[in-house]
């Protein structure tokens, strides 16, 4: 060989030729590894925090360099409880859904747990399990993802039970056809038909527990003070010395947060979620996420997940013929025998509660003081119901549009999520400086901070009803050129009334809660206070009188339990029976 074939071989094409591994199909691979080094690194240093010495009282800077230390502290516990909510659900929601003889108490019960306020949990579960791990951190840290469960599991679990009730009557045809196992008929239809709207749910937990992070990672508990690294501890300090930059700060690393997990967590989950609509529209453009194509295309994941996947698979194959004879749903047979024994497990647990709580509030209280309670619930009653007819209002058109183009839904989103993940505390100093600076009535004014948080449940359920309305309805309203409010009352609001529903339920009892801290606004030397049950409840904390906190709770919790079933349980019957698909 010549000198010039020589330096032809060492031309840069021909180097260039020499590096297959570096074409695009790597990538995945390498983004995979990164990911995954990360992951363990981050595991190491959480292990060694967790397991470390009880330390109560962690030192918080204000120095924004340490936000993305606190963003990912916080966010680990969000997304533990973020764990076990979606496990709660689909527990809860299937045996409320597939037992009738459960579903008597299981549905009161979730109405009371919703509208139990999420600090009332606090002093119990935290004291539980400082208890349970005296000598470690890891008791306050599970304490802390306990009472972020408690803020995100409840608008799962409606989102999911409502799903289950309004199954199509194809797809239960077609799994009798099938003769599909319950597990498989769990799985295979239910489980797929109820996903986009739980993934919509799942986004508004994930961003309504912001605020229940602040309250769970500074708290008072008797004689111990414990604050926990993080953003709500973080928020708490810089709101205790009315520090508007940290302010700012913070506001801004939530943002960048929540835009990091909507592409890493419910981008993807919307893309892969979107196979499972009941109907999919002819030329559609489907949702796309990038990280969704990195898993596919990913040889290390598909590597990884094979020996999962083959033995899920093996899970969802039925183990023996079955017999002919009559075909019975899921529900009506061992899983419905366990699902009983479990709701009667929960029932007696929960009687002995109320038998328990009852007799603690009643010691030292007179009847005036259940008087009072009482008229004070009305006020915030008053206040719910007028807010939550706003919302409605407003957020209905909205959703109904942005539901039914994609395009639209996708831009919605993050910033829907955002919006929905702002702490209404963080809106004090403004809020506060207006109604002294103009004068204004607390009892008016303080009301919206109640609907800031709650409004989105509506907005995101309804979103989700759109998005599931049939394309052969839509092309039925076009080609009987159904327009106008007609097109509303014939197609669109009898489409999302079951969702709309199970949106405002929650929003509703989302609202009670929030006017605890929604009624009491301070900033500074100022403090303001409205006329409520949640203002009372509030005033009653800071006094340390536990018989009256009991009382306001139960009041609280009874006025939530009646509208439930006096009004939006018959409404969510209607709703179920009359516009089923």
Request: with cysteine; charged share 10%; glycine share 6%.
């Amino acid at each position: 060989m010549n000198k010039g074939d020589k330096s032809s071989a060492l031309s840069p094409h021909r180097l260039w030729a020499l590096l297959p591994a570096f074409e695009p199909s790597f990538l995945p691979d390498l983004l995979m590894f990164t990911a995954g080094l990360a992951l363990f690194y981050g595991t190491v240093v959480v292990a060694q925090t967790w397991l470390g010495p009880f330390t109560p009282e962690v030192e918080i800077s204000r120095s924004p360099w340490k936000l993305p230390v606190y963003a990912g502290y916080s966010l680990l516990r969000m997304t533990i409880a973020y764990g076990l909510s979606l496990t709660f659900t689909l527990v809860y929601g299937y045996v409320a859904a597939y037992n009738p003889k459960a579903e008597r108490f299981l549905i009161p019960l979730l109405d009371v747990l919703q509208s139990i306020p999420v600090l009332s949990f606090l002093p119990g579960v935290m004291l539980a399990m400082i208890a349970l791990f005296p000598s470690r951190q890891l008791g306050v840290e599970l304490g802390a993802i306990l009472l972020i469960f408690t803020g995100q599991v409840w608008n799962m679990a409606f989102s999911f039970y409502q799903s289950l009730r309004t199954v199509p009557t194809e797809l239960v045809e077609v799994s009798r056809n099938f003769r599909l196992s319950p597990w498989m008929s769990f799985w295979r239809v239910d489980v797929p038909f109820a996903m986009p709207q739980l993934i919509w749910n799942m986004m508004m937990s994930m961003s309504g527990s912001w605020f229940f992070v602040v309250a769970s990672e500074a708290i008072s508990v008797g004689n111990t003070t414990v604050t926990l690294p993080g953003i709500g501890s973080y928020i708490a300090l810089a709101i205790e010395h009315r520090d508007l930059a940290a302010v700012c700060w913070a506001i801004g690393t939530m943002l960048v947060v929540i835009l990091i997990y909507d592409q890493i967590l419910f981008r993807p989950l919307v893309a892969w979620a979107d196979r499972f609509r009941f109907e999919q529209e002819p030329g559609g453009v489907p949702p796309q996420s990038w990280v969704f194509d990195v898993l596919r295309r990913s040889r290390v994941v598909e590597r990884l997940t094979q020996p999962f996947g083959v033995l899920w698979r093996r899970s969802l194959r039925p183990r023996r013929p079955v017999k002919s004879g009559p075909i019975v749903r899921a529900a009506q047979t061992a899983p419905s025998r366990i699902g009983f024994q479990l709701g009667l497990m929960v029932a007696a647990l929960a009687a002995l509660a109320v038998w328990r709580i009852v007799s603690f509030a009643v010691a030292g209280i007179t009847l005036a003081d259940v008087g009072t309670a009482l008229l004070l619930g009305l006020a915030t009653l008053a206040r719910v119901v007028v807010l939550i007819a706003i919302a409605s209002v407003i957020w209905v058109p909205i959703g109904v549009w942005v539901g039914t183009r994609p395009r639209a839904a996708n831009l919605v989103q993050p910033v829907a999520q955002f919006l929905a993940a702002f702490p209404a505390n963080l809106l004090f100093p403004i809020v506060v400086s207006i109604i002294v600076a103009w004068r204004l009535s607390p009892n008016i004014w303080l009301s919206p901070l109640m609907i800031l948080g709650t409004q989105w449940y509506i907005l995101f359920n309804v979103i989700a009803g759109a998005a599931a309305i049939p394309a052969e309805l839509r092309a039925v309203g076009v080609n009987l050129r159904v327009r106008g409010w007609l097109w509303w009352r014939r197609i669109a609001l009898p489409a999302v009334m079951p969702y709309y529903v199970t949106g405002a339920i929650t929003a509703s009892g989302g609202s009670w809660n929030a006017s605890i801290v929604a009624e009491v606004a301070s900033w500074g030397n100022e403090h303001l206070q409205a006329y409520g049950l949640g203002a009372y409840i509030a005033q009653q904390t800071d006094a340390g009188d536990f018989h009256r906190i009991v009382l306001g709770i139960a009041v609280m919790s009874l006025f939530v339990v009646v509208i439930n079933r006096v009004f939006w349980r018959p409404l969510y019957l209607y709703a179920e029976r009359k516009f089923r698909l």
